[in-house]
């Protein structure tokens, strides 16, 4: 991918991955939750169209794939492409 990937598309992964947003109590903090999983993941309410924090990248990654949402292959994917692929 010739453009990091942003903030935006982090938050598009976990919409599409099935997760929904929930309220915060947190001003700084977005919580996702999987309805199915009960899985919570935080991510900054850092600007959509900025680059994304490797840590975020990084500890998403680390998430999604503990618990099964996603592989390491296709999450490396999503980073390189900026999506999904369909399967």
Known sequence: MSQPVTNQQ???L???LGFE????VEPKCLVFEHPESHA???L???RDNQAA???DILSLRT???????LSEEAFDSFVEHGRLHAS
């Open 44 to 46: 900054p309410t850092n």
């Open 21 to 24: 947003q929930q309220d915060s």
């Open 63 to 69: 998430h999604l794939l503990y618990r099964g949402h």
């Open 53 to 55: 924090k490797s840590a």
């Open 10 to 12: 982090l938050r598009q």
């Open 40 to 42: 919570r993941l935080l």
């Open 14 to 16: 976990l919409s599409d």
